[in-house]
C-alpha cells in the first residue's frame, strides 16, 4: 500500500459518519446521486440524460460532477479532498486529491484546464494546447472565472466553497462550460456571459444549453447587507421592465430573490434562484435548468464552507468533459 492510499484510508475511517450523512443526503433527493467509487461525487440527475445527450452506444456524452470534501489525504482544515493550490495545503497533498479525484470520475488529472478565480467575469475559450494548464504547467489563465470548450478529453473545473458552481452543455454542439458565481460575478452576469461566449464562439442556441447549479451556499444561510442588495437590484441581466432599479419588494416578491433577515439590515439573498433567472433571461430553458439545492454551510460536514468556518478550509469543485 502505498503513502497515498495509506494517508487516504485513515481519514476514510475518520469520516464513516459524514459518508452515511452523504448516502442520506442522496437517498433524500430526487435532484442527485452519490457516486461511490471510492472518492465520492455528486452527479446532477437529469443533466447528462436523454436522447440528444446520449451517444449511440446509450451513454452518456459527457463526464460531470461536484465533488465533496470527503475521501482525500489532506489533514487539518483541509481534510480531506481539498482542490485548491492557493491554499496552505501542501503541492503534493493537492495532487494526489486531484489523481483520486480523476480516477474515480474518470478523467485524466494531468489533463485538466484550471481557470484564475478572482470574482471577475472573464470568459476564456480552452483548445489543446490548454491541457495541463494550472496543474502540470504555469496557470496562464489569469483573472479567469469561466471557462468554455468543444475539445474532447479535455476537463474543465471550477472551485468553490460556498460561491456557486455552475456547469454548462450544449449536446447539439458538443460544448461544455464551467463558471463561478460568487455575488459579485453573479449580478455581474457571468452565466448570461458564459452562455453569450458559447452563443459567439460555437453557434449555440441558448435553448439547447442546459446548466447545472451546483452544491454551494443556500437562500437560509446566505445573510448579505444593503450593499449586496443594492448590487443585486441594480443587475442588469435579470428581466426588468423599464429601467433603474429593481426594489426590494420586486426583489422578494417577484423574483423571489432576496428575503428578510432575523438580523437588523440583513437579508438573506438566494444566489441559486439569482443564477436561475440570469440564465433564464439569457435564453435558457427553465426545463434546462438543474439545481442540487445542496447547502455547503448546512452540509458543513461533507462541503467545505467559507462562511462556516471563517475561512479556514480547502476547495472542492465542479468537473465536466466531453467524452
Not at 49 to 73: A, M, N, P, Q, Y
Amino acid at each position: 500500500m502505498n503513502n497515498i492510499d495509506e494517508i487516504k484510508k485513515i481519514n476514510d475511517s475518520k469520516t464513516t459518519n459524514e459518508l452515511k450523512e452523504l448516502k442520506t443526503l442522496s437517498e433524500n433527493s430526487d435532484k442527485v446521486d452519490v457516486i461511490m467509487n471510492p472518492v465520492p461525487y455528486i452527479k446532477v440527475r437529469g443533466f447528462a440524460d436523454g436522447e440528444k445527450v446520449r451517444d449511440f452506444t446509450g451513454g452518456e456524452r459527457i463526464l460531470h460532477g461536484f465533488s465533496t470534501k470527503l475521501g482525500g489525504v489532506s489533514g487539518g482544515w483541509f481534510k480531506s479532498l481539498n482542490l485548491g493550490f492557493k491554499t496552505d495545503d501542501s503541492r503534493e497533498n493537492v495532487i494526489s486529491n486531484y489523481k483520486l479525484l480523476g480516477e474515480s470520475m474518470g478523467f485524466d488529472y494531468e489533463r485538466l484546464s484550471l481557470p484564475d478565480q478572482v470574482h471577475d467575469t472573464k470568459v476564456i475559450v480552452v483548445g489543446k494546447k490548454d491541457a495541463g494548464v494550472g496543474i502540470v504547467r504555469e496557470n496562464t489563465h489569469l483573472g479567469i472565472d469561466a471557462q468554455i470548450t468543444n475539445v474532447k478529453n479535455l476537463p474543465l473545473i471550477v472551485f468553490t466553497a460556498d460561491c456557486v458552481p455552475i456547469l454548462l452543455y450544449d449536446p447539439i454542439k458538443e460544448v461544455i462550460g464551467t463558471a463561478h458565481a460568487g455575488w459579485r460575478g453573479t449580478v455581474n452576469g457571468i452565466a448570461a456571459k458564459t452562455i453569450k461566449k458559447m452563443q459567439d464562439t460555437y453557434g449555440c442556441s441558448p435553448e439547447d444549453i442546459r446548466v447545472a447549479i451546483g452544491p454551494s451556499i443556500g437562500p437560509d444561510s446566505y445573510e448579505v447587507d444593503d450593499v449586496v442588495v443594492k448590487a443585486v437590484s441594480e443587475c442588469p441581466y435579470l428581466d426588468k421592465a423599464g429601467s433603474g432599479q429593481i426594489s426590494y419588494t420586486g426583489l422578494q416578491d417577484i423574483y423571489g430573490v432576496i428575503a428578510p433577515s432575523k438580523n437588523k439590515d440583513r437579508y438573506m439573498l438566494n444566489l441559486w434562484k439569482l443564477n436561475e433567472l440570469i440564465s433564464e433571461n439569457a435564453g435558457v430553458l427553465k426545463s434546462n435548468i438543474f439545481q442540487t439545492e445542496i447547502c455547503t454551510m448546512k452540509q458543513h460536514d461533507i462541503f467545505f464552507s467559507h462562511r462556516y468556518t471563517n475561512g479556514r478550509r480547502g476547495l472542492q469543485a465542479g468537473v465536466i468533459m466531453l467524452k
